[in-house]
């Protein structure tokens, strides 16, 4: 009784795990728009190999860039203000 429980929870995890397998269209499909994407982020960071493959880097670096801009332009604002 036991075999035919564990033959049968084996054959359905084999035929989830088919249905979830990528085709490999699919596969070179998501593979083609994630090497897009790190080549997009790494473009928005200076050349140096810290950010080579390190996207979580990459985004941080490109965070606090953008925080350094809002805080320059507040404090032109500020500037102009008290003129």
């Known amino acids: ?3 035919q429980i564990h033959d049968r929870l084996a054959r359905i995890k084999e035929q989830i795990e088919e249905y979830h397998r990528p ?3 699919d596969a070179k499909l998501i593979n083609d728009l994630l ?3 790190k080549k997009a982020l790494e473009g ?3 050349n140096g190999s810290e950010f080579v493959n390190d996207p ?3 985004a941080e670096f490109i965070r606090e860039r953008q925080r350094g801009w809002v805080r320059r332009l507040g404090e032109a604002k500020r500037k102009k203000a008290n003129q």
């Open 1 to 3: 009784m036991n075999e």
């Open 23 to 25: 085709s490999l269209e």
């Open 35 to 37: 090497w897009r994407y």
């Open 44 to 46: 928005l960071t200076p």
């Open 56 to 58: 979580e880097y990459c």
